[in-house]
């Protein structure tokens, strides 16, 4: 079992930023890929970025030059650095881990950008 803890939504302003972190215990060393999603209102679950176990990462053309997604090996953890956000970034952001063929999902946090 996997399990993931997200922290770090809030309310910012349009160009402003915030770091999402996500805590992963358990198996965690047969996790093969992690990655954050995001669901705004209305709409399908996303994908935003996405890194492997060997550190390769991709993102999704709509964050492209504005989030990165990183990791700490050491604490086990995910960050997604999110900058220049806009309104249209609004949704809840999920923390999710790729493990022995099977998924994880974390709780969910709010991300809300006003313009």
């Known amino acids: 079992q996997v399990q993931l803890v997200e922290s770090g939504g809030g309310l910012v302003q349009a160009g402003g930023s915030l770091r999402l972190s996500c805590a992963a215990s358990?198996?965690?060393?047969?996790?093969?890929?992690m990655g954050w999603y995001r669901q705004a209102p209305g709409k399908q679950r996303e994908l935003v970025a996405v890194?492997?176990?060997?550190?390769?990462?991709s993102y999704a053309d709509s964050v492209k030059g504005r989030f990165t997604i990183s990791r700490d090996n050491a604490k086990n953890t995910v960050y997604l650095q999110m900058n220049n956000l806009k309104p249209e970034d609004t949704a809840v952001y999920y923390c999710?881990?790729?493990?022995?063929?099977?998924?994880?999902w974390g709780q969910g946090t709010q991300v809300t950008v006003s313009s």
């Open positions: 358990g198996s965690i060393f047969s996790i093969n890929a």
């Open positions: 999710n881990a790729v493990w022995a063929g099977l998924d994880s």
């Open positions: 890194i492997t176990s060997v550190g390769s990462t």
